[in-house]
């Protein structure tokens, strides 16, 4: 198989890496693409063999002829956000299948334009959404699959992110809505998606509240910050601030970004307390889907540990499970869990709760990473997924529509109905 990789930050090395480390007899890479000279001539000579003339590169402008020249089987899409549908439409019209990281896009208008290509060319959208393949996570779906619970009737989910990892959507062009869609979009597409496919239903009303409560001058002043500058590597009181971001001195974020400023003049480190930013990093939810479930939903951008917590209710008891992924974050600095830090816990009515002891493994993102990448670099040596984790076009759609109806509704101050936002844009994803 024939792969070529648009986008080449830091996320394209997972794809990279896999298969020249582990998938290389069957799949080799024809082609890299970046907008940025730099990165790009970095990620050819990373994905070269040894003995070979290495790997045709492009630049972004020349993404078409990439296409007509190279003919991959599969274009994966690792650009910003805003750019997936645009790179999305362009390879299937090429009569190319595509792998998209999440989410799918950012907005209703390419949304449409994503399904309308597909339908037309009849090519295949995979969104990689590793977290269905973590074997804790897939052990819930089991467990809720078998009736554990009874019939499911609603879910309390929060989801926490430090203030290291949260801390980073906000220094980067993340910090856009018109580029990522806010952390409802980029980060939560994940979470609306494990609920979509934990519950097997479909989002129907989302009402939302959101605003940025940490991440404001208001709170740097708080820190005592006064007199900061627009990036962590000019600041005049970066020494003060827990959160700067030394990114001259990490060997990646150094090779990958710093020394390709003068390119594009994209600047990894700004300030996370700029009054520009336009994200929310505190977002409640509630959530009605086509099953008759009602979930409450929580994303906090600044906790003192990461990790999520979430019940699922239901006529025979509850079913809860809690994972803390890192314990504290101290100037800067995070304690990474242990395998403890994961448990499960069934209560069943008239009965003393149930330690469960969920499958567990091994790799990045709870050992979900490298079952994803097997499925999708030799999906002819896996098992046969019976719990249906991967997600095409319209699964990929669903997942983003509840947060795009959140930053609706936060903006309207009331209750979206998704079939009405789906009618009133031409979109069909029934």
């Known amino acids: 198989m024939k792969f070529a990789i648009v986008g080449c930050g830091s996320r394209h090395s997972m794809f990279r890496n896999s298969i020249l480390d582990v998938y290389g007899e069957t799949n080799e890479i024809v082609a890299v693409c970046d907008s940025n000279a730099h990165r790009l001539g970095l990620a050819a000579t990373a994905a070269s063999k040894q003995g070979t003339n290495g790997v045709a590169s492009y630049m972004a402008d020349d993404f ?3 296409l007509a020249e190279q003919k991959p089987d599969t274009v994966i899409v690792s650009t910003p956000d805003y750019t997936h549908a645009d790179y999305i439409v362009r390879s299937m019209e090429a009569g190319c299948n595509v792998i998209s990281e999440k989410p799918l896009t950012t907005d209703l208008a390419q949304l449409k334009r994503i399904l309308d290509a597909q339908e037309r060319t009849g090519k295949s959208i995979q969104v990689t959404f590793n977290y269905r393949y973590s074997p804790a996570r897939t052990h819930l779906k089991k467990m809720l699959r078998d009736g554990a619970i009874g019939e499911i009737t609603g879910v309390t989910f929060k989801w926490y992110l430090d203030r290291v990892h949260g801390a980073d959507y906000f220094r980067r062009w993340h910090r856009q809505k018109k580029n ?7 980060k939560s597409t994940h979470h609306f998606d494990l609920l979509n496919w934990w519950l097997d239903a479909r989002p129907e009303q989302v009402f939302a509240h959101g605003s940025r409560r940490f991440y404001t001058p208001q709170m740097a002043e708080q820190f005592g910050l006064s007199g900061r500058g627009s990036r962590c590597l000019t600041c005049p009181v970066a020494d003060k601030c827990d959160f700067d971001l030394k990114a001259q001195d990490d060997p990646n974020l150094s090779v990958l970004y710093v020394d390709a400023e003068e390119l594009d003049h994209y600047y990894r480190d700004l300030c996370i307390f700029d009054e520009e930013i336009g994200i929310e990093d505190t977002v409640q939810a509630t959530i009605c889907y086509d099953t008759g479930v009602t979930a409450n939903y929580t994303l906090l951008a600044y906790s003192p540990w990461e990790g999520y917590e979430i019940t699922f209710h239901g006529t025979k008891g509850d079913l809860s499970q809690k994972h803390i992924e890192v314990h504290g974050v101290f100037g800067g600095k995070r304690d990474h869990a242990d395998e403890d830090a994961l448990s499960t816990v069934l209560h069943l009515a008239g009965e003393q709760p149930q330690n469960v002891i969920v499958d567990q493994g091994s790799g990045d993102h709870g050992g979900a990473d490298p079952i994803m990448l097997g499925y999708i670099f030799a999906p ?3 098992e046969e997924d019976t719990f249906s984790r991967k997600s095409d076009h319209i699964s990929g759609g669903w997942s983003i529509l509840t947060g795009i109806a959140a930053n609706m509704s936060i903006e309207a ?13 031409g979109i069909n994803l029934f």
């Not at 990522?180 to 980029?186: A, E, Q, R, W, Y």
């Not at 101050?413 to 844009?425: D, V, Y």
């Open 180 to 186: 990522s869609g806010g952390l409802m979009v980029h």
């Open 64 to 66: 078409d002829t990439l």
């Open 380 to 382: 002819e040596t896996m």
């Open 413 to 425: 101050r009331g209750a979206i109905n998704i079939s009405e936002m789906l009618k009133s844009n």
